[in-house]
């Protein structure tokens, strides 16, 4: 019996990690030991025993932006115009999502997450103490954040600063660790400076992240730059966002000072290459100068309506390849760093206390099939990682030292997969007879 | 017991095709009828029958400009400047390269393309004679050239001559109709005037393709004009390469009058968005200049060296983000587009027969697997198949009538796999005694 999603003690025997074989000895949701032939000394204290055959260890990866639930309307809509999409499509079928949407679409997403290798994510969006149910029933780590969008409104404002005191005590009323709250100011063009301000003053008082958009689009920046004078992180620092609790989501049109703001606030840059390129925006994030700024770069899918899958072992490729691209610089993002940012750095940004295979750290790893086709020949398996394989080669995932997935089986996924179609299937409906109330 | 490989009559039932469920007959390697409840007609005449259980049904995808062999080079070194890259890694590494090593890569290049979905692929590299080998075992289909090179000396030329001549006689020997042959002029800064005219010629007056790469980076696009006065296209076109049986690879820097010249001969215009960014091109192929001036754009992976896989699904996603992105125009090459150029066009330019699902059409078929993750939701099968799914979403390749993969099964996988990587160790062994022998 694989002992799904408990902490359990486990030993993994003949992993490859840094090329070489080596065991893991995993307990109380933590790495323990690392090291060739510990199997010996830790034989029996494990409850559990995974033979790896080589299989590729790694960090458990951390997609830092999301909006989970919209995996219902994966796609729903595509290869259109950015307003026309938004205001056409997208926001009207949002309008009929529910609480059970929203738990059956966080459902799906945690599925595919964890079968492509994520064991935590940056989720922004609504109905999130319905997200949170989906969240625990997987297993995973999140951080989740209510879309805080006032309009430049006070009466907005008010609602959203109560949505977010609310999910912020229903987290904390679960008392799981895995789960932990942001404030999720939507963007500078949809949150009053006032909204702001209580996003960051509330998130630093209770040592809680803050998860937002920033320069997305080349106009975000002229109309931030025509209505006040400033950047866009000029604008959300004056503000008191750029926090080393925040994640910015995006940054494709920073600029060189604002790269040094954030590398000065240790403010993480959420990089989303897939949905950038889909939505046409024109601009890859400047990769180098954040990272020689000192900003932590980690990665991120977006919602699936403007990716369209939460695969990070796709995102580090099309990420290197982007940077690649827009640089004419081969050298530049190498699969060792796509890696990186994949995993550490995300899990830094979230304090998930994972991210690195030494002990001490979270008990939140990956095994990558070593007899996968994307694997041969063997010669260097970060490469083939990054640049051959999709996520599917991923075999386990193990999250605070529970199992969420072993061989590629995850228990109940045909009935999340037939809750979440039902979901998306009623959803579409209610949004189709509105069309024929309309017309 | 399923009839692998060789030609059977089958009767597939329940397969969505344009939204709808459809039956399928096939027989004599062709598409015989295609429609709602065809199974009561057809159900006595089939051999086997396969349920497709809503499973996808789309054409075998086709990829236009492989080097096969060079998957056993996969990982081998990666984000490098390109000529190093090239004169420190990649041509140290091939000129070690012998027959059975380029039948072991093409072999792990024909299981993955399988594995993902491909029938057919245009293949150009050296001991082609033994490319047709483990094309012919894997049940592909293939158009083989040997990489012309004359690097404009008169004895190179006799001898690339007479290699291609020998494998043309080899491959007609072989009277396997899934089996084809071009000249295969490898670019014009590596072949002479004389050469590209001989491959031309021999090309014509034997009812053959042509593969060559085409305007792939900027320094060969200025080399041109200043040593020749004219376009690479231009040049390419003088000495009549430009046909309608030509696959042009790459093709990222052609402009406008080139894009003309190329719809005018109906070239196959061959595009290879990985392998562009990952080398660090810097421009992406002009899709819809080549598709207004009538050009057929198909797809393709190039090697695995410079991508690092062979997967037309992960292909057809990057090709069409890279034109959104590029353009600013996210309406650019549609989901249904980006299946098209990677299965019809590709198979009008390699004439394989197949490429469409009707009647008369070659029975080279796929069925891509409803209940995989990324079908969830089902609210667009093609949309969720160029930008969710990866090729480890396909369940079952026919090609000419001949199963191939069966509800992801192909056999004799593991032992391909170890004679892929035992060749693989032994051919980078073979290098570093020669390293070792020089210092």
Redo the contacts between chains.
């Keep these: 019996m694989i002992p799904y999603n408990k902490r359990t003690s486990i030993l993994i025997k003949g992993a490859t990690h840094n090329c070489r074989k080596t065991d893991i000895f995993i307990d109380d949701g933590k790495i323990q030991a690392v090291g060739e032939g510990i199997r010996s000394e830790f034989k029996s204290s494990a409850d559990f025993e995974i033979d790896a055959g080589g299989d590729v260890l790694l960090p458990g990866l951390v997609n830092t932006h999301t909006h989970a639930a919209m995996?219902?309307?994966?796609?729903?809509a595509?290869?259109?115009?950015?307003f026309e999409?938004l205001s056409q499509k997208i926001w009207p079928l949002e309008a009929h999502l529910n609480g059970d949407d929203v738990y059956w679409g966080t459902r799906?997403a945690c599925?595919?997450m964890i079968?492509s290798g994520t064991v935590a994510f940056n989720d922004m969006y609504f109905f999130m103490d319905r997200a949170a149910d989906a969240v625990e029933e997987a297993g995973m780590r999140a951080c989740l954040s209510h879309g805080f969008i006032d309009l430049f409104t006070e009466e907005k404002r008010e609602a959203e600063i109560k949505a977010t005191i609310n999910l912020h005590n229903h987290i904390k009323s679960r008392n799981n660790p895995k789960l932990t709250f942001a404030t999720g100011p939507h963007a500078l063009y949809t949150v009053s400076p006032e909204g702001l301000t209580w996003c960051a003053e509330y998130a630093t008082e209770n040592d809680a992240g803050i998860h937002i958009h920033l320069s997305e689009t080349q106009q975000e920046v002229d109309d931030c730059v025509k209505n006040n004078g400033i950047t866009p992180a000029a604008h959300l620092d004056k503000y008191g966002i750029l926090t080393e609790r925040t994640v910015a989501a995006h940054c494709c049109y920073l600029d060189d000072s604002e790269c040094e703001l954030l590398g000065k606030r240790k403010t993480a840059a959420s990089h989303n290459p897939?949905s950038?390129?889909?939505?046409?925006?024109?601009r890859a994030i400047p990769y180098s100068a954040l990272k020689n700024a000192g900003a932590p770069v980690c990665l991120g899918t977006d919602g699936?309506a403007s990716?369209?899958?939460l695969?990070l072992f796709?995102e580090m490729?099309?990420a290197?390849?982007?940077q690649?691209?827009t640089?004419?610089?081969?050298?530049i993002l190498?699969?060792a760093e796509a890696i990186d940012i994949a995993s550490r750095t995300g899990a830094e940004a979230l304090r998930t206390g994972g991210g690195t295979i030494a002990p001490g750290f979270a008990a939140d790893i990956i095994l990558v099939d070593r007899?996968a086709?994307?694997q041969?020949?063997?010669?260097?398996?970060i490469?083939?990682i990054v640049?051959?394989?999709?996520?599917?080669a991923v075999r386990s995932v193990i999250c605070d030292g529970a199992i969420l997935m072993h061989d590629r089986e995850i228990p109940g996924e045909d009935a999340i997969?037939a809750g979440?179609?039902a979901a998306?299937?009623s959803l579409?409906a209610r949004r189709e007879e509105e069309i024929r109330n309309q017309s």
């Design positions: 995996s219902l309307l994966r796609g729903y595509d290869d259109m115009i950015l999409w799906l599925l595919e079968k897939a950038n390129m889909k939505l046409a925006g024109g699936c990716n369209n899958n695969d796709e490729k099309i290197a390849l982007l690649k691209f640089t004419g610089d081969p050298t190498p699969a007899n086709i994307c041969a020949p063997f010669h260097n398996p490469s083939n640049y051959a394989c999709g996520g599917n997969l979440a179609e998306a299937t579409v």
